[in-house]
């Protein structure tokens, strides 16, 4: 092979050189929008799209939003040239002047992006697109509503729903793809909800709930082209075909049709697309529309969020057939080669309704055209409810692009054999191993196997002494479960207990009828709950007064068990003994010890080493910081309670080590010096080792490979 005499650049780079003008995205567009909107297409969608992010803080108090928000901006003013803005139309996001790229790269804000850095991983905050927080705040989640995300990956709107829906709620997380699945789970894991279960299905086969059960509130977030991603993925300039959404409206379709089907009457979903496609957009809503008869309406939101400029949906649109380029007026005119996938449903007209047993009857052909195609143009009253719809244009707010409708289940939807056929393809889902669509799938890298999904029940609570045990133990009161119901995955002898809502284990562990092995296995379920209690495998003074092993809380179930459990509840905390600990081992080279030994307590409050003494119940506990004389950078500390671990002469945080150095950094300023972790330090040793062996191998006369 001849190298190449090109420079190598730097991962990124190429996608700056695409072309907008050579796109086929603008003659596409020139049929859509008016002229003034297509120059604003060019100007908005070639500009750096500005990065966001969202505080969260679901597991703290409520106060802990404002504080929170508050020190961060006293934090980030040490930048002068940094105008973080808030945005107006929702709380406790933010807005920074320049794009991700740009805050990766450019030297001026290398502080101020390891500091974003650390505290996203920390789970105070979610790096997530200012348009993408937009459908969950239109589903209107109510504490202890069922909910589900049926394309849910990476997790960022999942985050939402968990903190709007509460611990005693049910959000089921769906993505077909199960790498994404494994996504999901980790940029959920931070909320520790027992109100999650991830599952690997087809969205648009979505197993029906056991027992009757129905959803309150269902978001499809379904997958698009993505021309709405342009402003921070340029790249798709280049690759962009119109061909994308063709192949994606049927999908589309289905998954909403079978999402109505999920929900109860008087239930909401929201259908949203990072895509302006009509025929992803305005077509999908309208086609479902005439389907639903009635059943269905578009919720008229424009009073809701004010401060949020959006646009109208369309009422009429071209479709440009992705061969010719041509317009086309129905869909026997289109190319031969397309002629099974281009359908009726993607036209803004009218279609006969009545004759379709299945969605592939509105697929082009000059015999079935004659019976379903009417070429009437659309309806006044599906018109108007089109114009609720919403999209988001880039021009409107600095925003990328995307497309909303919030839909209201009005009554059941009607029983013709098009929707009958949804309910049977989804009760006849192929449950063994793969992935849950059968559609063609990329080549996994050389040497990596595709990842398998896994069978591991999860089952009711098989030790019925438990939690006679678990109360003796930590003392708890009577209600310390408080309508949560505990699991296991292992038949026996397990190490781990899980935590569920009661209404989720009422989807996933049946009470009578079925097992909760077929399904589970039905819904493929990857994860669900949060760890309420692990086996503690320490020292013999940790054991159950009966001898038996003891069982410690995980930082994930704190805020649900410490107010449970007064007696572990320690002394409320000076903040500089609380201080102490969170730093403990942040800023050493050789240590990563998270404890502090009571002499070295002694130093800074003798009267609170004496009060720890007094306390005889050694392992877990809970600690809160007193909220006398917070100084004003600690204020996010008050009312929170941490979990801890207590001995006979030390005292520690249970938190992970990128947890405490988020905090103590947000406390003590952006200078903080935070030393390796045990995972960086492991990396630093493995390059040393390969160093050398290179080293050994030159003055050898070879040399090792990276």
Known sequence: MIPSSEPVRKHGEWMNEADPEKSRLLPYYARI????DLARYMEWFTKPLPATFRVSGSRYPPG??????????????????????????????????????????????????????????????????AVSMI???????????????????????TLQLIEAVGPKGVVLANDADLRRCYVLIHNTIVAATPALAVTNCDASRYPSLPCGILLDRILADV???????????????????????VTLHPLQLRILLRGLQLLRPGGRLVYSTCSLNPL???????????????????????????????????KSWPIVDPITQEPIVRPSDSHVSLRGSIMATMFPCMFNIDVAESLTDFRASREREKDCWTGNILSEEISSQLGRTMRFYPWLQDTGGFFVAVLELVRELPKTPLFLDLMKSATSIDTSEGSAVDEKKTR????????????????????????????DYYECDEDFLDGHVLAQRQPTNPARIIMLSSHLA???????????DSLQRTFRLVSAGCGAFEKHTGSERFRMKDGAESWRIPASSEPYFSHHMPKKVLPEMPYSVFLALLSSGLSSTETLEQTVRFDKLAELSSSYREQLRSVTLLGNCFIRVTGESLPPEAEILRGCTFNGWLGS?????HLQRRQRAALYELISGLGTEIGPSRAMKAKARKRARRLAANQEAVASGSEVGE
Do not use: N
């Not at 997958?223 to 959404?245: E, M, N």
């Not at 989807?507 to 909760?516: D, N």
């Open 280 to 314: 992803e957009d305005e077509a999908v809503i309208s086609s479902m529309l005439q389907l639903c008869r009635g059943s269905v309406r578009v919720v008229d939101v424009s009073d809701q969020y004010p401060a949020l400029r959006r646009a109208p949906g369309l």
């Open 506 to 516: 009422r989807v996933l562990i049946p009470e009578t009828g079925g097992s909760p």
């Open 223 to 245: 997958p698009c082209s993505g021309d709405g991603t342009l402003r921070k993925s340029p790249d798709l300039w280049k690759k962009w075909t119109p061909h994308s959404a």
């Open 33 to 36: 929008l008016d002229a003034d």
């Open 64 to 129: 802990f939003r404002k504080a929170y928000t508050e020190r961060f901006a006293q934090l980030v003013a040490q930048f002068s040239d940094v105008a973080v803005k808030p945005l107006p139309w929702t709380e406790g996001v933010w807005e920074l002047p320049t794009d991700r790229r740009a805050l990766r790269r450019t030297p001026d804000y290398a502080r101020l992006h390891k500091f974003i850095i650390s505290q996203h991983e920390a789970g105070l905050i979610v790096r997530q697109e």
């Open 649 to 653: 002469d030390s005292l520690g945080l």
């Open 444 to 471: 996994p890298p050389r040497g990596i196997p595709p990842p398998m999904w896994q069978e591991m029940p999860l089952i009711p609570l098989q030790d019925p002494t438990f939690l006679t045990r678990i109360k």
């Open 135 to 157: 459908p969950p705040l239109f589903l209107e989640v109510k504490p202890g509503d069922l909910v589900a995300d049926l394309c849910a990956a990476p997790g960022s709107k």
